[in-house]
Every structure is written in structure tokens, then in C-alpha cells.
């Protein structure tokens, strides 16, 4: 299995082989040395976008970094398959499942009805600092404009779950914010089931997000003064759905997303996971058309982060829900029927999972992003 330990010391040793002090190293991937150190402790592992630059900056490969060693050239294929299904098996566990839900499902060779049309959306920031949080630079202009995202165009089926990966500043969140209203595109089209959703108007945009999209957030923006039950609940009222129906709709959806026993509890009450799966709760509980999910697993340790995604998964296979994902994490997207894969805000590539289980899927992506750091 991934020993983070020895990848941390191995970090240690190829930084001091360069003669680099953990703030030197810390600045030329411009992050905190509090970072470094924590590597090399072996108490974190670093962020899937700096991966490839810390490879490049030690000369090692992405293989002797999980490894944690060297690779001998003659031994490279052996080790490499090895280490590659250690970290995979690591940080999903074992799945045999043969197909994912979605080929599970399909009974005939229609198309399904698309949830999500993105066509030639572009969104342009004018008179941006250098450093804009969330914000591509690779597309800065003469007046410090920015082209945050590219002529960026795809569909996603009804009853889908889609990642979107980038490393910070793809112009993946930007685009997250354009399908959920919250910004609009310079240029394009979006269509949320048939509505062209750029020409609502400012005032309506709030009630459009009420009925027809969920969200889902990294820090799960629960009211923490109301119960899990109560957070709920808010949703349905507010969607004006008829006081009788509200406790039983709660209560069956609580049993399949296991918080039933916690539903009396205050967010601040219960573990993080719970919160989430709440979150999913009140997400999915007024069936919107779509449910974007922003980096959902982000604040939640490895165990709660499974449970959440086998939760995603099975709001698709037994509620038909649409789930859009932005994440940076390999484990998370691993769970998706397809990933888009953003960088420089434009969808440079991408993965469908096809029948393959998890653990393929995984290599796969780990594959397709070592190829866009090479690309680059």
C-alpha cells in the first residue's frame, strides 16, 4: 500500500539533493512551507495540480514519487504497473463491479434527453490584477483582460455524473459559476432542459436557482441554528411543496442516505460526512434538473469522501439525478461516467468510463493528466 511516510521523506531527500531549504522549494511551486513540511512528514500528500511541477522540479517521475524511491530503469515497467495499483487500491478500495450504473440502466440505444448544453461559452474579465483568485492567467491581454474560459462546448445526458478537473486557475470554477446563474457568459449559450438560462434577468436568476438547480458545496452552508431535519425542510418550504408532504419525503430520503438517526441534530452536532450527505439531502429533495457540486469531498477525510461519492452515485442510479463535479481529486472524479479535463479555460480533453470499473478508471485519468503536464 501507499506508505505517505516514505513518499514524504523521499520529497525530503530529493529536496536537499538539490540543495533547496522547504521555503525555497515552498516559493517555486508558490505555496506555503507549512505545505513542504507537512509532506515530508509524511502527514499530507500534495495537490493533484502540483504533482506534475513537483516532479519536474526533483526529476523524478510520478511513479518514484508514489513509490517513495528510485525506479530502476530495468525493473521501470514491473514497478510502475505495481506502484500504480498500490495508490489506486490506497485511495479507493476494491470494486469489482464489472459496469457503472449508467450501462447498467440503458435498456434500448437512445439518447438521452441532454440536462446540460454548453455551446461556444466564453467569459471574459476586463482590467483583472495579475493573481485573481480562480482566474486563468494563460489568457491575459494588453490591458489585463482576462479570458477566463474559451469557447468551451458539451452536453451532459439526463441521469449523468460529470467531473470537471483542472489545476487552480483552469477556469473551472468560473465556469461552474456561469451554469448556476451566479455570473454570465461574454459570449455563448448554456440550456438547462431547453432554457437558454444567459438571457434570464438578474432578478429572476435567484428564483431559477431554487427551482431548477441543487448545490452542493465544499463547506456545506448549512444554517447552523437549524436542525439537519429543519435544513432540509427549508428547501421543500421554500419551493412551496404542501406542508404534509415535507416529513415523509425527509424521512425517506434520510434512510437511503443513512442520517435518518441524526436528523434532530444541529449541523455542528454531527461529523463532517453527515453534513454532506445532508447537503446532498437537501440538494436532491426538491428534484432539480441538475445538482453542481463544488469540490465536495474537499474538507472531508478519505472515508467520508467514499461515502459521499457512493452517495452521488446512487442519487444518479435511483433518483435519475444529473450531477455536475468540479474537483482537483483524482478519487473523487474516479467515480464519474465521464471526465473534462480544463486547462488555460479551455476542455483540453476527455475520459468517458465506459463499462471499466473504478480502479481503471482512475489509471486512466492519472494517465490523461501526466499527458496534459507533458502537453505543457
Excluded at 530529493?14 to 512528514?41: F, N
Excluded at 486563468?136 to 468551451?152: I, M, Q, R, Y
Aim: glycine share 6%; net charge negative.
Amino acid at each position: 500500500m501507499m506508505n505517505q511516510i516514505k513518499i514524504g521523506a523521499f520529497i525530503s531527500e530529493r529536496r536537499k539533493a538539490k540543495g533547496w531549504t522547504q521555503s525555497q522549494l515552498a516559493e517555486k511551486l508558490e505555496i506555503t512551507d507549512k505545505a513542504i513540511s507537512k509532506w515530508e512528514t509524511g502527514r499530507s500528500m500534495p495537490d493533484l495540480s502540483l504533482f506534475m511541477p513537483l516532479c519536474t522540479l526533483l526529476d523524478v517521475t510520478l511513479n518514484e514519487l508514489f513509490a517513495g524511491e528510485r525506479i530502476a530503469e530495468e525493473k521501470w515497467k514491473e514497478r510502475a504497473d505495481e506502484v500504480l495499483m498500490d495508490v489506486i487500491t490506497n485511495w479507493l478500495g476494491h470494486d469489482n463491479r464489472e459496469k457503472v450504473h449508467s450501462r447498467e440502466s440503458k435498456e434500448s440505444d437512445t439518447t438521452p434527453e441532454n440536462v446540460l448544453e454548453v455551446e461556444n461559452v466564453s467569459k471574459l474579465y476586463e482590467n483583472v490584477s495579475t493573481g485573481h483568485e480562480n482566474v486563468s492567467t494563460g489568457h491575459e491581454t494588453e490591458n489585463n483582460s482576462v479570458l477566463a474560459v474559451k469557447d468551451v462546448s458539451f452536453q451532459i445526458p439526463h441521469g449523468s455524473f460529470v467531473g470537471i478537473m483542472g489545476a487552480s486557475g483552469s477556469g473551472k470554477t468560473t465556469l461552474l459559476n456561469l451554469i448556476a446563474t451566479i455570473d454570465k457568459p461574454t459570449n455563448g449559450t448554456i440550456r438547462i432542459s431547453g432554457q437558454n438560462i444567459v438571457d434570464i434577468p438578474d432578478e429572476a436568476a435567484a428564483e431559477f436557482r431554487r427551482r431548477h438547480l441543487g448545490f452542493v458545496f465544499q463547506e456545506y452552508n448549512l444554517l447552523e441554528t437549524l436542525t439537519i431535519y429543519e435544513n432540509i425542510a427549508l428547501a421543500l418550504t421554500i419551493k412551496e411543496v404542501p406542508k404534509e408532504s415535507i416529513r415523509p419525503t425527509i424521512q425517506s430520503l434520510s434512510e437511503k442516505l443513512d442520517i435518518s438517526a441524526i436528523l434532530d441534530k444541529f449541523p455542528y452536532e454531527v461529523s463532517g460526512g453527515q453534513r454532506q450527505r445532508c447537503a446532498c439531502a437537501r440538494a436532491i429533495v426538491v428534484n432539480p434538473d441538475i445538482i453542481l457540486a463544488d469540490e465536495p469531498t474537499g474538507a472531508l477525510d478519505s472515508h467520508a469522501a467514499r461515502q459521499l461519492l457512493d452517495t452521488l452515485v446512487m442519487l444518479c442510479r435511483e433518483y435519475g439525478a444529473t450531477i455536475l463535479m468540479v474537483t482537483h481529486d483524482v478519487m473523487a472524479a474516479s467515480y464519474c461516467d465521464r471526465i473534462l479535463f480544463m486547462k488555460d479555460g479551455e476542455i483540453k480533453a476527455a475520459l468517458n468510463r465506459e463499462q471499466e470499473n473504478k480502479q481503471t478508471f482512475f489509471a486512466d485519468i492519472l494517465k490523461k493528466i501526466e499527458w496534459m503536464g507533458g502537453e505543457s
